[in-house]
């Protein structure tokens, strides 16, 4: 089992640029693909990118790719999302989730076993 915690959210203006940090604890972190989803307020939740469990593999929503990136640091438990050239659109509560390297990784939810509790990004126009 993992637990996640979500840190680095905030408000910027668009343009601007956070990075997202997801804290790991319990098992090994590489035991894991992990990704990161957002949910803005009465929309459904929706990917935004995904790292296989060494990093080699990444994958990104087409409302992100080239402006997001995501990385791992399996020794210290940690996952990033690097966010550049923010917009208003990008304004919601942003969430890792975590699942079992024996299943792919990816953009669909329902393969993701644990989650975070979220960090909410608003970015201002």
């Known amino acids: 089992q993992v637990q996640l915690v979500e840190s680095g959210g905030g408000l910027v203006q668009a343009g601007g640029s956070l990075r997202l940090s997801c804290a790991a604890s319990g098992r090994t972190l590489s035991s894991y693909g992990m990704g990161w989803y957002r949910q803005a307020p009465g929309k459904e939740r929706e990917f935004v990118a995904s790292i296989s469990w060494g990093g080699g593999s990444t994958s990104y929503a087409d409302s992100v790719k080239g402006r997001f990136t995501i990385s791992r640091d399996n020794a210290k438990k940690m996952v990033y999302l690097q966010m550049n050239s923010l917009k208003p659109e990008d304004t919601a509560v942003y969430y890792c989730?975590?699942?079992?390297?024996?299943?792919?990784?990816?953009?669909?939810?329902?393969?993701?076993?644990?989650w975070g509790q979220g960090t909410q990004v608003t970015v201002s126009s």
């Open positions: 989730a975590a699942t079992p390297r024996s299943r792919p990784v990816g953009s669909e939810a329902f393969n993701y076993d644990y």
